[in-house]
């Protein structure tokens, strides 16, 4: 049974402070007695809800607990309609159909496998209410039944805005060209002004890469090479004095370089906090971190930090200085081997419009899963490229999932046609349509996910094998994660969700009174790192492959623009390392997910005009 006192203490743990904390108190026990939940699950579920309201002060109020009571409710729901909606029972009138190809009772309403093989290759591709129904995607409803999806009322609702445009729609206004043009028979074109230059750095795995024969020594080679790659840009930038073993008695102080460990399974706590040195250049043994003397600190499980501190029993290693941000050194993509990179753009730009290209760039960027829970029709994709069309970007960047495997039908088996097929029918061919409809002066980027049902389940996951002849320098896969530049505006992208996963492994403390945003706060680490997935060891559902890993991972130079999807709320921030004059500046976007359940969900447009300050960014609901 949880007590008070093992509820503060996560919340402690946590960073957030209890105003009225006898009374929640109370009440957090009867939750986790109710709801059958140990003190670090219920602060976890708390932080869940700290960061979808978007709430900047850390603390726990009494009259938010009800709010988080029915965030707990819809929790409980979720759990237990995912459980029966895996549950499938088939009879003896199933297992006959399907040895002899005979046909379900029409007055069921279920779908039949189409006998005509034209008819699944070469359906029409701009009817995909009845495409849907020939393949048996539409999961037994009638070509003429209206989804939740098609019954939303509000559409195209920008929901954020961050720059200064004045093209830029109110804070929940409607976009009134959308809306009073989205039921014309006939979209009228419209071009772009100007064709974006692509160029994609490959450094990551190659299609029909070979994976999952990492070994022991791949994983501890990995991790030695990181902590010393990192320990040789402490020694370059001149800034530290020369490196110490930490697990050395040493009565002065001292600086190492090492990797943030827990003792133990569980979350990171003020006694479980490790420090792994370089096993090469240091004893690599693990030495206990105090960090009780620092008034403000994040850390995670994989992060490689500089410590300034003593030792002076050779047991304890007790910090006065963690630097956790990796110092900024001159590194391109120069760097990388020639091989690994592939320009997608053989145009050469007239001279006089150089400067203006390298730095204009518009995106419209959208995270899958791109069709609702409750069909496969594709709804919002459709939705979302007619937007496109009335208000074409230079490039349109689709995050995966496309085939979601946590689809309720996809994890049933309740289609009658392969992953691929929906893949080339219901997003490659739309997609195909799109571009050729809006001419050479569009751009299709897209990114896979450990989701998708038809592609490698592997991270780093290689690009989709897309070949689609007369059509190869408009549409794009990129390996996940992956980098690019449109314009010379450098664009990292990965659509694991790192920010869900730091977020409950975080330990961070901050000054008594002191606000700061968590979410910029989790974004920075991944390009303090230099890593688009710094965490170490990943969860048991990451498929994390440590051969892969090291050059894949690796932020080579801070990108301008770095997408981060996420289930957690949307954003568009500026993220700032360095000091003054000196400081690099990044804007991390978090689109949101196109589709959330049946409902409709977000995406963003985005115009880039060399720097953040130029910049415009709308989060639009669609």
């Given at each position: 049974m949880a007590t008070d006192e093992e509820i503060k203490r996560e919340f402690n743990r946590s960073g957030f402070a209890l105003v009225e904390e006898e009374e929640i108190l109370e009440r957090c026990v009867t939750l986790c007695i109710n709801y059958s939940l140990k003190p670090s699950e219920l602060v976890s579920s708390w932080e869940l809800y700290h960061l979808n309201r978007q709430i900047i002060d850390q603390t726990v109020k009494k009259d938010e607990m009800d709010g988080f009571l029915l965030h707990l409710q819809n929790q409980q729901r979720e759990s237990i309609m995912k459980e029966e909606a895996g549950l499938h029972i088939y009879s003896n009138r199933d297992v006959d159909m399907i040895l002899d190809g005979i046909p379900e009772d029409t007055t069921e309403e279920t779908v039949t496998t189409p006998t005509n093989n034209s008819q699944r290759l070469h359906p029409d591709p701009f009817d995909s209410i009845n495409r849907s129904k020939d393949y048996g995607y539409s999961t037994g409803k009638s070509a003429g039944h209206v989804t939740p999806f098609a019954r939303r009322i509000d559409k195209f609702v920008v929901k954020f805005n961050i720059g200064n445009n004045v093209e830029a729609q109110a804070e929940n206004g409607h976009n009134n060209d959308v809306e009073s043009s989205e039921d014309d028979m006939i979209i009228q074109r419209v071009q772009t002004s100007h064709r974006c230059s692509l160029k994609v750095n490959g450094s990551g795995p190659e299609a029909g890469c070979r994976f999952m024969y990492d070994r022991t020594e791949d994983r501890f080679n990995a991790l030695e090479n990181r902590i010393i790659r990192h320990a040789d840009a402490f020694a370059a930038s001149g800034l530290y004095d020369e490196q110490v073993d930490p697990a050395v008695a040493s009565q002065r102080s001292i600086f190492a370089v090492g990797m943030i460990c827990c003792d133990g399974e569980g979350h990171l706590n003020d006694k479980s906090i490790l420090l792994q040195s370089s096993a090469e250049r240091t004893s690599g043994q693990r030495v206990p971190l105090d960090l009780n003397r620092l008034n403000q600190f994040s850390i995670f499980p994989g992060q490689i930090v500089g410590i300034e501190g003593q030792n002076p029993s050779g047991h304890y290693f007790t910090a006065s200085k963690l630097v956790d941000s990796v110092p900024l050194t001159v590194t391109t993509d120069v760097d990388l081997p020639p091989a690994k990179k592939q320009n997608l753009d053989q145009e050469v730009l007239p001279l006089a419009d150089e400067s203006r290209e390298k730095t204009d760039v518009s995106f419209i960027v959208a995270s899958g899963p791109f069709t609702t829970t409750d069909n496969l029709l594709f709804e919002p994709l459709n939705e979302l490229l007619a937007y496109a069309k009335r208000k074409p970007p230079q490039l349109l960047v689709l995050l995966g999932p496309f085939v979601d495997s946590e689809h309720p039908e996809i994890k049933k088996g309740a289609v009658d046609a392969t992953f691929n097929e929906i893949f080339h029918v219901e997003v490659l061919r739309k997609l195909q349509d799109y571009v050729e409809f809006m001419g050479s002066e569009v751009r299709v980027v897209l990114v896979p996910s450990i989701r998708d049902a038809n592609h490698d389940f592997i991270f780093p996951q290689p690009p989709f094998n897309i070949h689609i002849p007369d059509l190869e320098h408009q549409m794009t896969s990129l390996s996940n994660p992956g980098t690019f530049e449109a314009n010379q505006v450098k664009v990292g992208c990965c659509t694991v969700d790192v920010l869900?996963?730091?977020?409950?492994?975080?330990?961070?403390?901050?000054?008594?009174?002191?606000?700061?945003?968590?979410?910029?706060?989790?974004?920075?680490?991944?390009?303090?790192?230099?890593?688009?997935?710094?965490?170490?060891?990943?969860?048991?559902?990451?498929?994390?492959?440590?051969?892969?890993?090291?050059?894949?991972?690796?932020?080579?130079?801070?990108?301008?623009?770095?997408?981060?999807?996420?289930?957690?709320?949307?954003?568009?921030?500026?993220?700032?390392?360095?000091?003054?004059?000196?400081?690099?500046?990044?804007?991390?976007?978090?689109?949101?997910?196109?589709?959330?359940?049946?409902?409709?969900?977000?995406?963003?447009?985005l115009s880039y005009k060399g720097g953040p300050e130029s910049m415009h960014a709308s989060i639009i609901s669609i």
């Open positions: 869900k996963h730091l977020s409950g492994e975080e330990m961070s403390k901050n000054p008594s009174g002191a606000t700061t945003d968590r979410m910029s706060r989790l974004a920075s680490h991944l390009l303090r790192q230099r890593s688009f997935y710094p965490l170490y060891p990943p969860p048991e559902s990451l498929p994390y492959d440590s051969t892969l890993a090291p050059k894949a991972l690796q932020i080579s130079s801070i990108p301008d623009i770095l997408l981060l999807p996420s289930d957690m709320r949307y954003f568009v921030k500026v993220l700032s390392l360095g000091e003054g004059e000196d400081a690099v500046k990044c804007v991390c976007v978090n689109p949101g997910r196109l589709a959330k359940g049946e409902g409709a969900g977000t995406f963003v447009e």
